[in-house]
């Protein structure tokens, strides 16, 4: 008789130290839902996740100046006796909880999240150092691309373990077949607007196109410091009835523009695997990507999606990709085939599930 598995739960809490962001709420609610009691060391005021599983939040400063902070964190590892430490982002986040778990019992386990690893270390000797304190003083590490988990490596000079964990997403469709009757001509770029996603790119190669393609509009969600910018280059471009802003949506609102878009357009200069391209590949979008390891990953170029090096092609690419997506092989064969992947490692439930057992794989 095999032996059974141990409960991935436990009555001790996890501490989480993380930003007062979206990702960070995804994640503790994730682990609430599973069961799994959780103690938040955040940088803001409000109440991130209401749930009775979330015993405690605190505030504190993340900026490297506050030398107080890792006491705080240090202080509720010795009330709480957590399972673990586990600090999202290996910048003054993971610093400040590296810094605290020297002195505690708890192991201190770091996710990755892309810019932390790839751009902070090339911003001065003083942030590299930084992040190498950081992974050094954990005990694991977890990331949603492999190109990360080598590019701590090399930083940080120790092979700490690691596991491959994506942030999934929360629900697909159950048949894509359903999906394909409420497709329209929509393209969707729904990143943030900062200058690392590169979303000028994305809407200039759009409009150099949308005169031969005058049924089709791209949808520009979300929004951020270049939001004002990009409307202005949308206008610059003459493509003010071709893209249209739509602003942060909701969880069903983005997901109706999944269901209606027929091509998913992300290029950012740096990133780990978005969340929004799984999403987009769970609703039958076809994907046009920039060329970055962790894309990758998840897209072949020409086969299931197009990964795209050179702003100055990604109108060629949008093109093909309008062909490409009314195509039989297509809907019979390719999009279900991404479909089915995101199904089988990317669900959100099941990526917690990885969390806890990695807790358990550290004795916690």
Same mark, same amino acid.
């Given at each position: 008789? &095999?032996?059974?598995? %141990?409960?991935?739960? &436990? ?9 007062? &962001?979206?990702? @960070? ?15 938040? @060391? =955040? ?18 400063? *993340? ?10 964190? !240090? ?8 399972? @673990? ?15 605290? $778990? ?5 192991? /201190?386990? #770091?996710?990755?999240?892309? &810019? ?38 090399? /930083? ?49 190669? *759009? ?6 393609? %005058? ?9 951020? =410091?270049? =939001? ?19 602003? +942060? ?31 987009? +590949?769970?609703?039958? $979008? ?35 990709? +309008? /062909? ?17 992947? #995101? ?9 917690? !599930?990885? *969390? ?9």
């Amino acid at each position: 008789m &095999s032996e059974q598995n %141990p409960n991935p739960v &436990s009555d001790r809490p996890v501490l989480v130290v993380g930003t007062h &962001s979206v990702h @960070v709420r995804r994640f503790v609610a994730g682990l609430c839902d599973a069961g799994q009691p959780v103690v938040l @060391v =955040t940088d803001g005021p409000q109440r991130l996740v209401e749930h009775t599983l979330l015993i405690e939040q605190q505030q504190v400063d *993340f900026s490297m100046r506050s030398l107080g902070t890792a006491a705080v964190i !240090r202080r509720s590892a010795e009330r709480w006796r957590p399972r @673990v430490v586990h600090a999202h982002q290996a910048n003054s986040v993971a610093w400040h909880a590296a810094r605290a $778990c020297k002195e505690t019992e708890a192991p /201190l386990v #770091v996710t990755l999240w892309g &810019s932390d690893v790839l751009v902070t270390p090339t911003q001065g000797p003083f942030k590299r150092l930084m992040v190498q304190v950081a992974l050094r003083g954990a005990s694991l590490w977890t990331a949603d691309a492999a190109v990360l988990l080598h590019a701590a490596r090399e /930083l940080a000079g120790v092979d700490t373990p690691s596991s491959i964990i994506v942030m999934g997403v929360d629900a697909l469709p159950a048949d894509l077949r359903a999906v394909w009757p409420l497709k329209q001509d929509w393209a969707l770029s729904c990143r943030l607007h900062k200058p690392l996603y590169r979303i000028d790119a994305v809407i200039k190669a *759009f409009a150099a196109l949308a005169p031969a393609a %005058p049924g089709w509009r791209l949808e520009v969600a979300a929004s951020g =410091t270049e =939001t004002a910018a990009l409307t202005r280059v949308a206008n610059e471009c003459g493509a003010d009835d071709a893209v249209e802003f739509t602003g +942060m949506l909701s969880p069903e609102s983005l997901t109706r523009s999944y269901v209606r878009s027929k091509i998913y357009l992300s290029f950012p200069s740096s990133d780990g695997t978005s969340v929004s391209l799984l999403e987009a +590949m769970a609703h039958g $979008c076809f994907p046009i990507v920039s060329d970055l390891p962790a894309n990758r990953e998840w897209i072949v170029d020409g086969l299931n999606g197009l990964v795209v090096a050179n702003a100055q092609d990604l109108t060629q690419a949008i093109q093909r990709a +309008m /062909l490409v997506c009314e195509s039989q092989a297509w809907r019979a064969s390719t999009a279900p085939a991404n479909h089915r992947l #995101v199904r089988e490692k990317a669900l959100f439930a099941d990526n917690i !599930r990885q *969390f806890l057992a990695q807790y358990l794989r550290l004795g916690r």
